[in-house]
């Protein structure tokens, strides 16, 4: 059984699930949506009504966070997998593995909480409740080693699935981008919630842009578990701003700078080598909590792995004017500097040609092994 609760989750767990399906016949149930599924798995809930941000948007989805605790509880009980395997999500996912320690059921958490920014507390909960954590971040694997907890580290997945399908000139004949002028990829984030705080911003700043930079293009990747009327609802009939379904990577990859909502976007601009701003606002309620709790000087993982800031951070005070003077300062400056900064991101996230999640697979199956005996191949 596989759980995931958001997007980003849910792309690595259907990578998981492709790698372990690779050479053992294994069945899977879970939590996911349209990407479980096409790979195979029985999803028993589809996260989509429940995925969220902050700490007080809780609350306004209790219900329905509920009705997914009980149906993967029940499902649990009925079904009795071999082995739990959770992907992120550690508010929702924590409590999940809490009945499967009841039941005796074993639990691998890919991609485990980051208990180096808050709630260092849940590393006693992981200890007490996991049985394998595979960790994607290069610090993660002594955090968790030097609690006593088994960890492998298996690189970023990122690695190998962050890469452009076309080169720049088919992408812009793609999109009837012409004119050499500079190309901005803004990403509001990936939840409805998060899109209907970013985008009014982003919009603003494409205004006051066209003061300060005159002819530019702005490509807006949209999430595929988005309704697309929720985006035009915000940018209306804006000539300067061109809706992508689809293809975030090549939007970044082929921009000269992007403004991202923090999250696993930010990674992906550093792996592609784009300069980005990075920006973020939640709720006050959620803000006031997360300044309280929250033990990191910056929000986006770049920034925190490189241990400066290398990509400009906006959090809760998002002034339009402000940002986009500095998008006029990324895109108008020598970019070496931050690309060098870049490379060394990557290189501190790289790990062997066989990739992370043919790396986690094989320490899945080994767990697996070690418990169960020989697994049956695949035909």
Not at 8 to 24: M, P, Q, R
Not at 216 to 244: C, H, K, N, Y
């Amino acid at each position: 059984m596989i759980v995931t609760g958001e997007l980003s989750g849910e792309i690595h767990g259907a990578h998981l699930v492709k790698a372990l399906k690779e050479s053992s016949s294994i069945r899977f149930s879970g939590m996911g949506s349209t990407r479980l599924f096409d790979a195979g798995v029985d999803v028993v809930y589809d996260y989509r009504d429940i995925s969220l941000t902050g700490l007080s948007e809780v609350f306004f989805k209790a219900r329905r966070l509920w009705r997914a605790y009980d149906t993967l509880k029940r499902h649990l009980l009925r079904a009795s997998p071999d082995l739990l395997i959770l992907v992120d999500f550690p508010g929702f996912n924590l409590r999940i593995a809490r009945i499967a320690k009841r039941l005796g059921i074993p639990t691998v958490y890919f991609i485990p909480p980051q208990v180096w920014a808050w709630r260092k507390g849940r590393i006693e909960q992981i200890k007490a409740l996991v049985d394998l954590v595979l960790c994607i971040l290069p610090f993660e694997e002594a955090l968790y080693r030097d609690r006593g907890i088994p960890v492998k580290y298996t690189g970023h997945p990122f690695m190998e699935t962050v890469k452009p399908l076309y080169t720049k000139e088919a992408f812009f004949s793609l999109l009837a981008i012409k004119d050499k002028a500079p190309v901005i990829t803004m990403m509001p984030g990936s939840r409805q919630n998060e899109v209907e705080r970013h985008l009014p911003v982003l919009t603003q700043v494409v205004g006051r842009l066209q003061k300060h930079l005159g002819r530019f293009t702005v490509l807006l990747p949209m999430a595929d578990t988005l309704d697309e009327g929720l985006f035009a609802s915000f940018i209306g009939q804006t000539e300067r701003i061109i809706p992508v379904k689809g293809l975030p990577y090549d939007s970044l990859a082929h921009s000269d700078a992007a403004l991202i909502a923090s999250g696993s976007a930010t990674l992906e601009a550093a792996i592609l080598g784009v300069p980005s701003l990075v920006l973020y606002k939640v709720s006050r309620l959620s803000f006031l909590i997360a300044r309280m709790v929250v033990k990191v000087d910056h929000i986006s993982l770049p920034n925190i792995i490189a241990g400066h800031e290398v990509f400009p951070e906006f959090v809760q005070s998002l002034d339009p004017e402000r940002i986009a003077k500095t998008v006029v300062s990324m895109v108008n400056s020598d970019k070496s500097a931050v690309r060098r900064e870049l490379e060394l991101i990557r290189k501190k996230l790289g790990t062997s040609d066989r990739g992370a999640y043919r790396i986690a697979s094989e320490h899945i199956r080994q767990f697996l092994e070690q418990r169960y005996g020989p697994l049956p191949q695949t035909a």
